[in-house]
């Protein structure tokens, strides 16, 4: 039995039903039913009364102005008071902490973000990128001097290191990243850290540098230490960024962040969000959406389909997108999508087969069948690299000659690309793909044994027709859905039975996990930055399979456990040898490319148009192409928390508390790692243990930071407490440990009398 | 026990009890009914629509891109195309020959599989009843929607249109089979059960010869009942994501048609299509099961609950 | 007397048998799937291209599958689910490890509890009182035209008709929020906090009240009585000169009310599994979102809990109306 519609209980609703006799009444009393009729519609306008519609969930007398509003695209959260950022692996919509909530870009500590539009790195809360020993068995982070925690707090090299430590502590699966990866951490001074790995790697600090997300932040100790790491709620989170976490929908579909006026950010680079308030908030399903975005009750937006995108131009003249007009998708999101082949099963295990199939591809039709009503159209990226200009550059141009062997054409889309404007046509005109050749197609298969049935269709070797399943997704990535379909019906036009079988993403993931596929429109190319390694390039040596058949790993990228390719496998171990910002780490990823293209483990297509909108109603001075182009307009990203820094009200939405003229945010993009020498590391770290005397300086600072924010006479009682640390040794712990419980229990003390003083 | 000659002899009877039945009442309902013979011309419209007409399509409507996307109906497009470039026309008719075959497999299985188990549960009594009521009850107070989504995702590898059609019976038949046993046990307490029983007639023998005729008027109305409850469930399963996407059916027509917003962006012929069918589809049966109920209502007091 | 407590006795046996067999299929189908969990989350992991170190992943495949209680024989592992069962722990939900499943029901119950009961009564009450008036006479125009919208309206599926509802309601006359539960700052009951809830859970309401009230509800009722008053007592009172208003109300409405609330019984039952598509187009924050949600995760402790509640819900409504139904109707015979 049940309300819901048409399924739940139908059984026993239908069965009830018919029997409709005729019986003749002439009696005047239809004004029972008029009176019926009146309560069916009192009732319907009674649950209409409550017309005010604020319908954004805000204080009472926020302005629209004082509000980012941005979406929450996980949706519903099932527990919406769990701020652990670390219980759960992954980034999914298990833990509310990362993803759609804003923790991650309004709260979590991170060391470094890398700006995906240059792949530099930025350093936060690190003050420099960190520097590797002559080996890569070590590094050393430094720290900016005076970050501190949004409660006053500073945050120190004790953080790092009790970070690492909990992380590596704590029971799997929290920190497998630690426990596979950290030796030993210590703090050398009061900001600096040494860290010593397990074995040689100058990418280790990617754990903890955001790329796009899911990056690991840093714990603050004086909250986590003695805390259960997997039950520990931190609620609300202690946050270390602009904003503070000021209200939950119990409901889990919203959360609002307020401006934290004493930001350690603010201090360092003198700038304040402009935005009072930002909201993240989950309206429902795509129409909802839309339909939010043409009310200006969404400010950005993850994507839309190009037909819900279309509902949202028509309505809001003043959108933008990754342009300030049409055409509005974003082209570049970090993974090429498209399909990808079991490398496993015959007869996908043939390079020959694999490559049969890709030019039995009309890439043309799939290119149009993308191009959005508004001119949008995807970048075309036949490697498994994101074509960012600097890509191009270093690796679509060098290789050209050698990709036109395998039949590229790089003007196989050009026209159409052409006459929708697109950003890459005038200055990169190289982006094509392979140019679709049945006959070739029909001649590899042939040399591997096929043949065509008496209906033309195609027969396996072994003689029995051949069927192709297609797995994709179900109710996300529905872009990657109608690749599927399009590809199937290519496919079925060159004489392959195709099947699609879309799945939701629980079942989708798993099916990528374990390899339980012939083909799926997975997306094993995924490149944020111009190192490649960063996302699962390691994965292409054959040393890193460690799985059998049916225990998982299949799926994921290129399986060469089996078969392994020498050749893959030294340029793999090259790398973990090599500066990642070096030539020669640009050298050995595209002889791995080669290789790549020639044994064509996937088929990437294009990263997928996204539109991810940005509402120029309230807000203004959002990132778009190519005028203004700071950073990508991608709102789930932590690095979205650069345009939050940025945008400023426009003046049509009514404001209060909003900054109309945000100072803009001046920070310094630097190298990827540095390489200390021989001698410099031993100075680094074999030097005399540093000066005493540094944190007085700090502790005092921001008990001044303090003062501002409580307004009572904590100060003298405070003021007391000033460590000189003498020894970063054993001591040091102790000693800070013991200042921050000083601290605490003045700052308890204080509260308390500030809370029995009558009000002022 | 000479049950089983004498269930053999009975069976044939009833075969022909019913056969001579089916044909009177059908008959006897067509000539007094106009709302049967209104359901019954709309019913039969969509089924040559969807048996007939959908073998002549010029080409597979579910292929897409062979027609130029998002036009309204015209002359050379009945009734519009989609945004993947397919004929809605087309696809429609091949659409109903699907939602009818999973219909009509429900109806086939789980309406007989109800008739069956109710009545041999009210005939017999005792504790094949109690055994029975409980397996029942069981399939009664499971969630059935999300049951459903679970097996149509546990299958979905092997998923065919017939399978759907079997995996939605399994929550179609405890109900008619609670409603039979109703009808059953208010039968027996009828003098001419317990004449039956005296002449020595076993329970199967007293099910074809006394029940059946009693039941069969409303078991015609069960059939058509649950053809519609099998179309809804497939289009529910769809709406979710969980059906054969890559089929024709008035379910997966829903779902791509809301998929590509066709309700927001103006192409109302895609989406309206298939609701109109199901509507028409469900009018006619309704209009059909009120003729026989119309007809058999005198005779039989049809209880609400089991 | 003896034979009261015989009956009662065979009532709650067949109760408990028809949860056992409710559980254990709810037991056994999701783990037939050739799917889980822990791959779901590791696949997820890749494809999002998260920075692991690759020898990490291995380990946190392997413990995951030790921390789901994924290891070991499914003869083990139903024993397991029965223990906890019986010790009223649902165990941790693994969409959202490591909260226990019972505190995101707890989170979820009350909004399903709060839209359902309200719509379903609402939905039932308009629903009976259209339903029989029109079926009583059903000769006038006003019938035959609410009949002809039931029929029309009935087939409809349901998510389209709940989208042109928040196409409407929401977006053409903006009077409701596009979905959500409530959208308030603030805590501390009022009768701000009374208004955004109800202007949250209106959309939701009606799209459950429309098809209801004027589909199935009134179908129903329409259908029993106009059965009911073709029953020789019905005509021997109309015979006998009563006004309609009497013979309306003394000799139909009983006798339709009977199987009626018994409907109603079985759908406050069902209340427990949710509204999953309502739900789901109008992001409200029940139980039945909660359990697609834990479908499309194969997250077996959530389904697993849900379905509980569900099957408890339904087979205690039974159970109830069963033992209580010979009390209120006296045609009915305890046997």
């Known amino acids: 039995m049940d309300l819901d519609g048409k399924i739940y209980g139908v059984s026993e609703k239908i ?91 309004l709260c979590k500590a991170f060391l470094w973000y890398i700006n995906t539009s240059n792949s530099m790195l930025i350093p936060w809360i690190a003050a420099e990128p960190p520097i590797y020993s002559p080996d890569f068995t070590s590094l050393i982070v430094k720290l900016r001097d005076g970050v501190y925690w949004n409660d006053g707090t500073p945050l120190t090299a004790e953080d790092v290191v009790f970070t690492l430590k909990y992380l590596k502590e704590a029971p799997a699966p ?8 950290v030796k030993d951490a210590r703090a050398l001074d009061r900001l600096t850290v040494l860290i010593e790995l397990n074995s040689p790697n100058p990418r280790w600090h990617y754990f903890y540098a955001v790329i796009i997300y899911g990056a690991s932040g840093i714990l603050p100790k004086h909250v986590w230490q003695g805390k259960d790491p997997q039950k520990f709620e931190d609620n609300p989170p202690t946050c270390a960024g602009p904003y503070n976490l000021r209200a939950v929908d119990p409901a889990g579909n919203w959360f609002l962040w307020e401006r934290f006026d004493n930001w350690w950010g603010s201090k360092v680079f003198g700038v304040v969000p402009a935005a009072k308030y930002v909201l993240y908030i989950n309206h429902g399903p795509d129409e909802a959406k839309a339909l939010a975005m043409t009310k200006h009750e969404l400010d ?33 999101d970090p993974c090429v999508k ?128 051949w069927t192709i399943e297609i797995k994709t997704t179900s109710g996300f990535e529905m872009e990657s859905q109608r ?45 944020q930055i111009l190192d490649l390694y960063a996302n699962w390039f390691n994965r292409w040596s054959s040393k890193y399979w460690v799985q059998k058949k049916g225990e998982g790993g299949h799926g994921t990228g290129w399986n060469t456990k089996d078969a392994p390719i020498p050749e893959l496998d030294r340029i793999v171990d090259e790398l973990e040898r090599t500066d990642p910002s070096s030539p020669r780490a640009f050298e050995l990823y595209r002889e791995a490319l080669k290789i790549w293209v020639r044994d064509l483990p996937w088929l990437g297509f294009f990263p997928t148009p996204f539109y991810t909108f940005q509402d120029g109603y309230a807000w203004e001075n959002w990132p778009t192409f190519p005028e203004n182009y700071y950073m990508d307009p991608v709102s789930w990203w932590s690095q979205h928390l650069f345009v939050i820094l940025k945008v400023k009200p426009t003046g049509r939405a009514p404001t209060k508390d909003a900054i109309m003229d945000p100072k803009p945010l001046q920070v310094a993009n630097t190298p990827l790692v540095k390489i200390a020498s021989a001698a410099e590391w031993q100075s680094l770290v074999g030097g005399p243990p540093p000066a005493a005397g540094v944190t007085t300086v700090t502790l005092r600072e921001t008990v001044t930071q303090r003062v501002t924010e409580l307004r009572t006479q904590v100060v003298t009682q405070v003021q007391t407490q000033t460590v000189t640390a003498v020894d970063w040794g054993m001591l040091s712990g102790v000693a800070a440990a013991v200042g921050i419980v000083l601290l605490v229990v003045g700052i308890a003390v204080g509260r308390a009398l500030g809370r029995r003083r009558p009000a002022q | ?263 927001f962006r103006g192409l109302w012929w895609w989406l309206i299509s298939p609701v109109i069918t199901i509507i028409l589809i469900f009018v006619s049966l309704f209009l059909i099961s009120k003729g026989i109920s119309d007809y058999s209502n005198p005779r039989l007091r049809w209880q609400a609950r089991g | 007397m003896s034979k009261l407590l015989i009956f009662i006795a065979s009532r709650i046996v067949a109760f408990a048998l028809t949860v056992v067999i409710g559980v254990t299929v709810v037991f056994v189908i999701p783990r037939l799937l050739p799917y889980n969990p822990v791959e779901a989350q590791i696949g997820f992991i890749y494809s999002i ?156 309401a009606i799209s459950i009240i429309i098809p209801g009230a004027l589909g199935w509800w009134f179908l129903s009722s329409f259908t029993l009585t106009s059965q009911k008053k073709t029953e020789d007592y019905v005509r021997y009172a109309e015979l006998k000169g009563l006004p309609n208003s009497i013979v309306l109300r003394r000799y139909l409405i009983r006798n339709i009310l009977m199987p009626q609330t018994t409907a109603l019984g079985l759908a406050l039952g069902g209340i427990f599994s949710g509204a999953l598509l309502t739900e789901v187009v109008y992001a409200y924050p029940g139980l039945g979102r909660l359990l697609y949600q834990a479908i499309i995760n194969n997250d077996y402790n959530m389904i697993m809990g849900i379905s509980l509640l569900s099957i408890l819900g339904v087979s205690l409504a039974t159970l109830l109306l069963d033992l209580l139904y010979p009390l209120i109707d006296p045609t009915v015979r305890y046997r």
């Open chain 1, 15 to 105: 069965y009830m039903l018919p029997i409709l006799s005729s019986y003749r009444m002439n009696r005047k009393t239809s004004y029972i039913a008029i009176s019926a009729a009146l309560v069916l519609v009192a009732a319907l306008a009674l649950s209409a009364v409550p017309v005010s519609y604020g319908q954004l969930p805000l204080p009472a007398g926020v302005p629209r102005g004082d509000v980012l509003v941005i979406e929450n695209h996980w949706g519903t959260y099932a527990n919406p008071n769990n701020w652990n950022p670390i219980a759960s692996p992954g980034v999914g919509p298990a833990s509310i902490a990362p993803g759609g909530s804003g923790y991650q870009q």
């Open chain 1, 174 to 181: 929290i920190g497998v990243n630690e426990k596979a990866s």
């Open chain 1, 300 to 332: 950005a937006l993850r994507t839309l389909l190009p037909e819900q995108a279309e509902l949202v131009i028509k309505n809001n003249p003043y959108l933008k997108g990754w342009r300030a007009s049409a055409p509005f998708a974003w082209p570049l």
């Open chain 1, 338 to 465: 498209g399909i990808a082949f079991q490398t496993k099963t015959p007869p996908f295990d043939k390079r020959e087969v694999r490559w049969a199939l890709a030019y039995a591809i009309d890439y043309r039709t799939i290119y149009r069948a993308f191009v959005g009503i508004d001119k949008s159209t995807p970048t075309p990226a036949a490697l498994p690299v994101i074509p960012h200009a600097a890509d191009i550059e270093t690796y679509y141009i060098p290789l050209l000659d050698y990709l036109k062997q395998y039949g590229y054409d790089p003007e196989l889309v050009l026209d159409i690309a052409r006459e929708n404007n697109a950003w890459w046509v005038e200055k990169y005109p190289v982006l094509g793909f392979w140019k679709q050749d049945l006959a070739k197609a029909e001649q590899l298969l042939t040399a591997q044994g096929f043949k065509r049935g008496p209906d033309g269709k195609w027969l396996l070797p072994d003689g029995t027709p």
């Open chain 1, 483 to 527: 690749i599927a379909f399009l590809v199937a019906d290519q496919w079925r036009a060159f004489g392959i039975d195709v099947k699609v079988t879309p799945l939701e993403s629980g079942p989708f993931s798993t099916s990528y996990s374990i390899g339980d596929f012939q083909v799926g429109t997975f997306w094993p190319g995924c490149s």
């Open chain 2, 1 to 263: 026990m000479t049950l089983i000659p004498r269930t053999g002899v009975d069976a044939l009877r009833f075969l022909g009890i019913s056969l001579a039945r089916f044909s009177s009442i059908f008959l006897e309902v067509f000539r007094t009914s106009r709302a049967f013979r209104v359901g019954l011309i709309i019913f039969t419209v969509t089924i040559v629509l969807g048996v007939a007409v959908s073998s002549f399509s010029p080409f597979d409507p579910r292929r897409w891109y062979l027609v130029p996307p998002n036009k309204p109906p015209s002359l050379e497009f009945p009734l519009g195309t989609t945004t993947n470039g397919q004929d809605v026309f087309w696809l429609l008719t091949w659409s109903i020959k699907n939602s009818l075959i999973i219909g009509l497999i429900t109806a086939m299985v789980a309406s007989h599989v109800g008739l069956i188990l109710g009545m041999l549960a009210g005939a017999r009594g005792g504790l094949a009843d109690r055994i029975l009521m409980i397996l029942t009850d069981s399939f009664v107070v499971i969630p059935s929607l999300p049951t459903l989504i679970l097996l149509a995702v546990l299958l979905r590898d092997v998923m065919t249109i017939p399978l759907m059609g079997l995996i939605i019976s399994i929550f179609s038949w405890p109900w008619p089979s609670r409603q039979v046993r109703a009808m059953v046990l208010s039968l027996r307490e009828r003098d001419f059960i317990a004449t039956s029983i005296f002449s020595g007639y076993g329970v199967l023998g007293r099910v074809f010869r006394d029940y059946l005729p009693f039941i069969l008027p409303w078991h015609l109305v069960n059939l058509t009942n649950t053809v519609l409850f099998a179309i809804s469930s497939e289009a529910a399963l769809a709406v979710i994501g969980v059906s054969i996407l890559s089929e024709a059916t008035l379910g997966v027509m829903i779902y791509w048609a809301l998929n590509y917003s066709a309700l």
């Open chain 3, 49 to 204: 291209g998260q920075f692991y170190d690759p020898t990490a992943i291995e380990s946190l495949r392997q413990t995951l599958y030790e921390l789901y209680g994924l290891r070991g024989n499914p003869v083990e592992q139903y024993l397991g689910v029965w223990r906890r069962l019986l010790t009223l722990d649902l165990g941790p939900s693994i969409m959202s490890f490591p909260t226990p499943v019972a505190t995101l029901i707890g989170i979820a119950l009350p909004w399903t509890l709060g839209l359902l009961t309200f719509s379903v009564l609402i939905s039932w009450t308009l629903g009976n009182i259209i339903g029989t008036i029109s079926g009583f006479f059903s000769q006038k125009k006003f019938s035959k035209v609410l009949t002809g919208m039931a029929v029309v309206l009935y087939p409809v599926p349901y998510f389209i008709l709940a989208l042109v509802l928040m196409f409407t309601f929401a977006f053409l006359i903006p009077i409701f929020p596009l979905g959500g539960g409530i959208t308030i700052v603030g805590v501390g009951f009022s009768l701000d906090l009374v208004l955004n809830l109800a202007k949250h859970a209106a959309l939701p």
